[in-house]
């Protein structure tokens, strides 16, 4: 039961372009969609967040875009640099009694080329 | 910045031992998980802790498996009888009212 799907498991981009990472998901319930970043032998660290009642947010060169009736959201990084080479993930949370719980995608490994 | 802190940060076990595997939350949030992720697979959830007791488990987190908050700052993971496909990097992450926060992780090496 895939709820969250990231269909590409690589990305290799150019320092300076913009990278997109995408991701779907299948439950409607979900009320808060993140994006954490993981670099080898580390845990996950969080990057940027969108509430499901909102199609966009920006941080930085950080941007999250969220079409719910497509239920997909998009991470851009713009521009790219070599230090965002990493694993990406996609996880999406439902608020409820148990807390946070995320569901996470399979991760999209970041490559940016110098 | 407050972080949440693992350890060990490698646990090499023989099978069919007991695991303890040890995390310190960030100290204001009321939340607490375990998350595990197996060479190669994605990030799954395993259990969620709240008020002293387990308020949510992934049906990977069977009765080989226990969590326990015994002082008020640690939050453990107990293996009790380990198997081969027990190795994996153990995450623990704990939140205040939305976002997770993890720590560095656990490898778990179970031979």
């Known amino acids: 039961d895939q709820q969250v799907k990231q269909n590409s498991p690589s990305l290799s981009v150019q320092e300076g372009r913009i990278s997109i990472l995408n991701c779907d998901y299948t439950n409607s319930m979900f009320d808060y969609f993140l994006w954490y970043k993981k670099y080898p032998a580390e845990g996950p660290t969080f990057l940027i967040s969108?509430?499901?009642?909102?199609d966009k947010n920006e941080d930085g060169r950080f941007t999250v875009f969220l079409n719910k009736s497509a239920k997909h959201l998009s991470l851009h990084i713009v521009p790219s640099q070599p230090g965002d080479s990493a694993v990406y993930f996609c996880?999406?949370?439902?608020?409820?009694?148990?807390?946070?719980?995320?569901?996470f995608g399979g991760g999209t490994r970041l490559m940016v080329k110098p | 910045e407050p972080e949440v802190t693992q350890t060990p940060s490698h646990q090499v076990t023989q099978m069919g031992q007991e695991v303890i595997l040890r995390c310190v939350p960030i100290?204001?949030?009321?939340?607490f998980y375990w998350y595990r992720q197996i060479l190669g697979q994605k990030v799954e959830f395993l259990v969620s802790f709240y008020n002293n007791e387990i308020s949510e488990k992934s049906e990977i987190f069977d009765d080989q498996f226990s969590v326990e908050r015994p002082d008020g700052s640690n939050f453990t993971l107990k293996i009790r009888s380990t198997k081969l496909e027990d190795s994996a990097m153990y995450f623990c992450?704990?939140?205040?009212?939305?976002?997770?926060?993890f720590g560095q992780g656990t490898r778990l090496t179970v031979v």
């Open positions: 969108i509430s499901s009642i909102k």
């Open positions: 100290s204001n949030h009321l939340y």
């Open positions: 996880a999406a949370s439902r608020m409820n009694n148990a807390g946070n719980m995320l569901t």
């Open positions: 992450a704990s939140s205040d009212e939305r976002w997770a926060f």
